[in-house]
C-alpha cells in the first residue's frame, strides 16, 4: 500500500540529501523560527517540516493536492489526528515486543514476526475502521484515496486470511513438513507444509483414524536435538524471511503514514500560532505566470522572534525578473526580503503563506546572498568573501531559480560595488533567474533602472521626522538611504535639517 497523502504519483522521502544551499537559506531567512513553531518542541515533527520547505515542489498541480489535503486537515482535525494516533501506535509495537530476531536463527526470527504481525494486524483493523467512519468527511483527493486504498486492501476478507496464516505460524498442533534423503544419505527438498484441511480434527491424527509413524530422541541425545533444531530451521528459512520482509512492509507503510501526515499537523499548528498573534494567512496560488502578487504580507519568522505581528505590504510585480528595494535605512526592507524568500519556500511547499492574499510563480529553487560580518579569522576581506560565495552560487545556479541578495557587495566603495552588482545582476536575469535585490547603492540601483531589465522597484520612505513606517511603496530610487537622520537619532545631532 501507498500512502501518498503529499505527491499523487510517490511517497515523500524526508531522508533526500538537502541542497547544497539549504544551510545559507536556513541561516538568512532564519527558517529555525519557522520550524520550531511548526514542530511545537516534536524533534520529529521538525524533521518533517525542514524536509518539506526545503525540497521545493515545481508542479502546481502537486502544490494544490497538497493544498487540498492541508484543507481537509484544518477543516476535520479529529479524523486526521485518529488516523495519526493509529500510525503513532503501529510504530510503537516494535517496543512492546519483548523478544527480538536473532541473525542465523530462523525460528526465533519467525517467532518474533508472528508476535510483530499480529500486533501489527491488531492496528490494520483500528486503520480500517478509522478510515471506514471518517472517509466521507474528506473532500481532497490524498485523504479519499487513502481512505479507499485501506477499505480495499484491508478488507474483512484480507484482515480473516491474515489472522488464519498468523495462527498456523505459531504451529499450536506442531510443525508438518516434507523432506526427501539424498544419495549421501543427506536430508534434502525441506519444504514447509501446511496440514490438509481434513487432517486438522484431533480424531484425524489419532491411530483410531490412521497408523502413525514416528521416533523419539531420548533426552540426553544432544546430538539429536541439534540435527532436529537444524532440520526445523532450514525449514521454516524462507517462511521467516517472507515473515520478516511483512513486518517491514507493514511498519514503513505506517511510518510513511506518520511521515506524510505529521507535515500537515505542522503546518496546523503553525497556522494556529500565527493567527494567534495576528499574522494574516492564506492558501497562495502558485501558477507558471511570472507576474508575483501579495497583500499585507509579512515575515512570520520574525513574527515568531517577535511574538508580535509585523508590518505587512503589498507587492504587484508585472514581469518579476528584478525587484529592487531602496530607501531608508531600518526601513523594514530587509524584512521584506526575507518575508518574499520565505513565502516562495512556504507556497512551494504546500503551505499557508504569511499573507492576506499572496500569488508566485514556481521557481527550482530559492537561493540567498546576504551580507556577512567580518571575518573573525581575517583569512580574506568581506569583498573576497561575497565574491567567493556569488561563485559557488553562480555555479549552481539555473533558469527558472529566484535570487535574493540583501546588500549584496557593499562591503566597497559605491562605484565598485555598483558595478559588481550589475554586471552579476545581467548577466542572471539574461541567464533566466529571478532577482530581488536590497540596496542602499544609488549607482546600481539607477543603473539597472537604465538597463533595459525590465526592473522594478519599491522603496522604504520615511517621513520628515525621520520615522519609518515599515510600509513599502513602489517608486523608481532616490540618491540618498537616509543614514544622516540615523546619526542624529543616535548622537543628538540636527544634521538631517542642516
Known amino acids: 500500500m501507498k500512502v501518498r497523502l503529499m505527491d499523487p504519483d510517490r511517497d515523500f522521502d524526508p531522508d533526500l540529501p538537502e541542497p547544497a544551499t539549504a544551510d545559507d537559506v536556513r541561516r538568512d531567512l532564519e527558517l529555525d523560527f519557522l520550524w520550531d513553531a511548526m514542530a511545537a518542541g516534536d524533534g520529529f515533527l521538525r524533521a518533517v517540516a525542514r524536509a518539506a520547505t526545503v525540497q521545493s515542489v515545481t508542479d502546481p498541480a502537486v502544490i494544490a493536492y497538497r493544498q487540498d489535503a492541508l484543507a481537509d486537515t484544518i477543516e476535520h482535525p479529529d479524523a486526521v489526528d485518529e488516523v495519526y494516533a493509529v500510525a503513532m501506535d503501529a510504530l510503537s509495537v516494535r517496543r512492546g515486543i519483548l523478544t527480538m530476531p536473532v541473525r542465523g536463527h530462523p525460528e526465533l526470527t519467525l517467532s518474533h514476526s508472528v508476535r510483530m504481525l499480529t500486533a501489527l494486524a491488531e492496528r490494520l483493523e483500528r486503520l480500517h475502521e478509522v478510515c471506514g467512519r471518517v472517509g466521507g468527511l474528506f473532500r481532497s483527493r490524498a485523504f479519499r484515496e487513502l481512505c479507499a486504498v485501506v477499505a480495499t486492501e484491508l478488507d474483512e476478507t484480507y484482515l480473516s486470511r491474515l489472522r488464519g496464516h498468523l495462527a498456523e505460524l505459531e504451529f499450536g498442533q506442531g510443525m508438518l513438513m516434507s523432506a526427501g534423503v539424498g544419495r549421501d544419505g543427506q536430508v534434502v527438498r525441506q519444504v514447509l507444509r501446511r496440514p490438509k484441511r481434513e487432517n486438522r480434527g484431533f480424531f484425524d491424527r489419532t491411530p483410531l483414524r490412521r497408523p502413525r509413524f514416528g521416533f523419539a530422541i531420548p533426552e540426553r541425545d544432544e546430538a539429536g536435538f541439534t540435527a532436529l533444531a537444524e532440520l526445523r530451521a532450514r ?190 545582476t545581467s548577466a542572471l536575469v539574461r541567464a533566466g533567474v529571478r532577482v530581488r535585490y536590497v540596496t542602499h547603492m544609488y549607482d546600481f540601483a539607477h543603473a539597472v533602472e537604465q538597463a533595459g531589465l525590465g526592473a522594478e522597484f519599491l522603496r522604504a520612505p520615511r517621513d520628515a521626522a525621520g520615522t519609518r513606517s515599515y510600509r513599502l511603496e513602489a517608486g523608481p530610487p532616490l540618491p540618498t538611504s537616509f543614514g544622516v537622520d540615523l546619526y542624529d537619532r543616535v548622537f543628538g545631532t540636527s544634521l538631517a535639517q542642516a
Not at 293 to 317: I, K, M, Q
Not at 348 to 377: I, N
Open 235 to 424: 525449514s521454516v528459512a524462507d517462511v521467516s524471511a517472507a515473515a520478516e520482509q511483512s513486518v517491514d512492509h507493514v511498519l514503513g507503510f505506517f511510518l510513511q503514514l506518520r511521515i506524510e501526515i505529521a507535515f500537515y499537523l505542522s503546518v496546523r499548528t503553525l497556522r494556529t500560532t500565527l493567527a494567534a498573534l495576528g499574522v494574516p494567512v492564506c492558501l497562495p496560488a502558485v501558477s507558471q505566470d511570472p507576474a508575483c502578487t501579495a497583500e499585507a504580507l509579512c515575515d512570520p519568522c520574525l513574527a515568531l522572534r517577535a511574538s508580535r505581528a509585523p508590518v505587512g505590504n503589498d507587492l504587484d510585480l508585472h514581469d518579476g525578473r528584478v525587484l529592487v528595494i531602496t530607501g531608508a535605512n531600518h526601513g523594514g526592507k530587509s524584512t521584506f526580503l526575507r518575508a518574499l524568500g520565505v513565502a516562495q519556500l512556504m507556497a512551494q511547499a504546500g503551505m499557508v503563506v504569511a499573507a492576506r492574499r499572496f500569488s508566485c510563480p514556481v521557481v527550482h529553487q530559492v537561493l540567498t546572498h546576504w551580507t556577512r560580518e567580518e571575518d573573525a579569522e581575517l583569512r580574506h576581506g568581506k569583498l573576497d568573501e561575497e565574491l567567493d560565495r556569488m561563485s559557488r552560487l553562480i555555479d549552481l545556479v539555473q533558469p527558472g531559480d529566484l535570487l535574493l541578495c540583501n546588500e549584496s557587495f557593499a562591503s566597497t566603495n559605491e562605484a565598485e560595488g555598483s558595478q559588481i552588482a550589475l554586471e552579476v
